[in-house]
């Protein structure tokens, strides 16, 4: 597992060094690797704002890697980007009801990105005249 780290570490820091991304951020890549059985294993890896560099990008691959263990003795590793993108400069609302939303809204998204589907939804109303309560309201993702 540390080597992996080590390694991952080493070709993001080559990634960074580029002159192509300078002031861009990584939002989406896809770690690859091959065992010495040639037995291949892929995850992507999103992230909620760009990842600016290195040390912003490694606590998620850490995770990713933890929660999703390796088949074998790995022999080749690789990073594929998928999206890059530029950071978020965002002033915050002085009051504090208004921000409390905003935090929430954005850990609703950060869950929807992690889980790829809405996971929070509003109750709208439909059809408040039908007879039948199922016509009545819908489930509305939050979005």
Excluded: C
């Excluded at 861009?24 to 560099?53: N, Y």
């Excluded at 929660?67 to 504090?96: A, H």
């Amino acid at each position: 597992m540390d080597a992996l780290l080590v390694m991952v570490d080493s070709l993001l820091s080559r990634i960074f060094a580029k002159e192509g991304l300078k002031g861009r951020g990584i939002r989406s890549l896809t770690l690859w690797t091959r065992s010495w059985r040639a037995e291949h294993w892929e995850r992507t890896v999103q992230f909620k704002e760009s990842a600016m560099d290195t040390k912003a990008a490694m606590p998620r691959i850490k995770k990713l890697l933890e929660d999703y263990p390796q088949p074998g003795p790995v022999e080749q590793i690789g990073l594929k980007l998928n999206r890059l993108g530029y950071g978020n400069s965002r002033q915050r609302s002085l009051f504090n009801e208004v921000r409390a939303q905003e935090f929430l809204r954005e850990d609703i998204k950060q869950l929807e990105l992690r889980l790829g589907n809405p996971q929070v939804y509003t109750v709208k109303e439909v059809e408040p005249w039908s007879r039948i309560p199922e016509r009545r309201y819908a489930l509305k993702p939050l979005a």
